[in-house]
């Protein structure tokens, strides 16, 4: 599809928001009570063809929040930016900063990144986290590092036995475009984006891992299947090259690998993401640089991968959830989008390999993480200081 002919600003319009409740928190604690009112409006959103409608409820907030994800017991793990992870209930009780956190850099896109759990954490307790580490001489560069989730009885927790996994290589200056969103396969792979760091050509170049997206087993081995094994070192890590900053990687329901990346002036994307392929970036581009300089299209060589959705005006994608829950089942199979500079939340509809853009919902703030929840709500982070957590359900739930 391509979306730079349509209209969304007249889509968007047509969204509709009521308030419609106010809720009260009584938070009742061991040895001490607080009451703690909080006011939360939730918006009531109808869309252009009066299908899909859901109800926005704000939970709790967060500073600079960064990622999320749900624990067996239906509580969520959230990091912030700054370097804090917190365990927050479903009503929004927040535990304590949880200790085992390493430092991290923060500063511009950087800081702590993602948190997924191992495929078994039910058994073995392992969450992945990433983050950004500093080098010396004012380099850094994003790592993943495995750690043992320790729930306590206090409602916190903490990391023990933290392990760096893997390194971005090499560190370079600057602080945008690390990527480093974590995702693990159904077949036992773990999968993680890396972006290019600001530096353009390093993603064509096959002795760094910026720019790329990385296959690797979960002890950050390299599989001997990986399509540039045969090279060693940092190339054998390499699943698909000639990416510029993919933000988000998720698998659907085939446990086939999409990414959603965030282009330079226009053209970000959606692509599908196939074992060995380049995706063309810096080479080619359906945007171009902020400097002015034109990239030439992606049609233009089509020897690289194109996406298979692309934006001008961009969306920023963030993060991309495919959906499988109880509560939308009219959006089983699709995906959903987080935008930023958008602020929105787009639903993308599949059809075989091909993609499009079904609906945008407007949702005021830039909108960092999508999740969906235990029960099939679909759960977002506004990306922001005091930024909500904010649960969907459908209107008639
Ligand atoms: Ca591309």
Known sequence: MQSNGMDFDSLITKVHYANIMMRNYLMNRPFFFSVCLMLSACFLSSTADGRSTFVTIPITSFEKAWAMSFLPDGRLLVTEKKGRLLIV??????????????????????????????????????????????????VRGAVVARAKLILDNNDGGQLEDLQIIWHQYPKVTGRGHFGHRIAFSSDDYLFISSGDRQKFDPAQDMNQNLGKILRLHHDGSVP?????????????????????????????????????????EGGDEINLIIRGKNYGYPIVSNGNHYNGKKIPDHDTRTEFVKPKIWWTPVISPSEILFYSGNLFPEWVGNAFIAGLSSRSLVRITFEGDSASEAERF????????????????????????????????????
């Not at 679909?378 to 359900?393: A, P, Q, T, V, Y």
């Open 89 to 138: 209930t479903q009503n929004g009780d927040k535990s304590e900063p949880l200790a085992g956190v390493p430092d991290v850099d923060y500063g511009g896109q950087g800081g702590f990144g993602d948190i997924v759990l191992h495929p078994e954490f039910a058994s073995n307790g392992l969450v992945y986290i990433s983050y950004v580490e500093a080098g010396e001489d004012d």
């Open 224 to 264: 001997n299947d990986n399509p540039f094994s045969s090279q060693g070192d940092i190339t054998a890590q390499i699943w698909t090259l000639g990416h510029r900053n993919p933000l988000g990687i998720a698998f659907d329901s085939q446990n086939r690998l999409w990414s959603v990346e965030m282009g330079p």
């Open 362 to 397: 407007d949702m005021k703030k830039r909108i960092r993480a999508v999740k969906q929840g235990p029960n099939g709500a679909i759960w977002l982070l506004e990306d922001r200081s005091n930024g909500r957590l904010l649960k969907l359900i459908p209107e008639r739930s």
